[in-house]
């Protein structure tokens, strides 16, 4: 299937790649890494070719899926050691967030490109010394954002940033989940950084910043009751904030473990758009006030992880809308949202100058 254009990491289509892929190694074999899994026996320019796991049943059955050689099959104790391995070009971190530094850190001095998952850390100082590892090694750093190549979130971020409604005035982001299992990592604020917000709080933030294609300068926020005690008593289990952003423009979002929710809306002063299913796994449906948006569902993780490994086989840098300054980004905004809830004012938030 071809996608449009720009879901293309500007490689230029003269570019012959004659079927060179890029090796990855998976760290951490838990759930979502089953849902890459998927997408990585679709894709065109990657393979999973190691993997870096505490779990030998686990080790077995990737083994026997991605036909991995043994010397490829790394614990958390001895993960360093491939830095020896030729067959490893980059180690993709899919780890509990708390882990995220220690391992992108480890994988940089190991002399390989990383790709670590979303949110990119627990906090901003740590960000930075995962930047400046990579920086110093000389690897590149991507975080997993997946929407970034995905034909409707391109749509509403062009729709956004060209102004094809006029100046767009408020965006509603939310998106939520029940969870139930009182054993969750996310649930522990010492391994996730924080409750819905860190996990996927973090999508609704995306999509205000790529859509308008400005940062926000102030946050408002307030969390939202606890209604299950025994569970929530670490992390918040729903937080709704309110943005400002220098157009004027506001946005108002919602997360949390205690609704489904999972939708996108944006007004403009000539018309509106939105999607709805927005930010989860999808299959995505979207209209404006024309009509509907028909776009092709694809395999998310496929084409991320495609359109990465093109731009490092070509030697190129990656996008830095992908990069450690996004994903710093990202948690500078994070915290602000949290301090905001915490002291009931309205935070400023910093403003960088990097193009969404
Ligand atoms: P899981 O709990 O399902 O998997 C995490 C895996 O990490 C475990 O299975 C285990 O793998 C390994 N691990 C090592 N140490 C620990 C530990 N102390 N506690 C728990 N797990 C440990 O988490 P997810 O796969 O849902 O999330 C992993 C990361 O992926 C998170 O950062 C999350 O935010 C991100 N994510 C991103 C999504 C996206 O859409 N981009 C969607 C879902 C998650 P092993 O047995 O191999 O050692």
Known sequence: MTLPNFVNFSIPDSIRFEGKKLNMAICGLGRYADILANGLEAAQYCQVAGIVTGTATKAEKWKKRFNIRQKNIYNYQNFDEIKNNKDIDLVYVVLPN?????????????GKHVIVEKPMATSVEDCREMINACKKAGIQLAVGYRLHTEPFHLEIKRLGQEKVFGQVRLIESSLGYVSGDPTEWRLRKEMSGGGPLMDIGLYCIQSCRYVSGEEPVSVTAQFGPVTNKKLFSDV????????EFPSGLVSNSSSSYNCKIDRFFASADEGSFELNPALGYGPYKGKTSQGDLNFPTINQQATQCDEIAKVLLANKQLPVHISGEEGIQDMRILHAIYEAAETGKKVTIPQIHHPL
């Open 98 to 110: 708390s882990m995220h530094k220690d391992f992108v850190i480890r994988a940089a001095k190991a």
């Open 236 to 243: 918040e289990e729903s937080i709704t904030w309110q943005f």
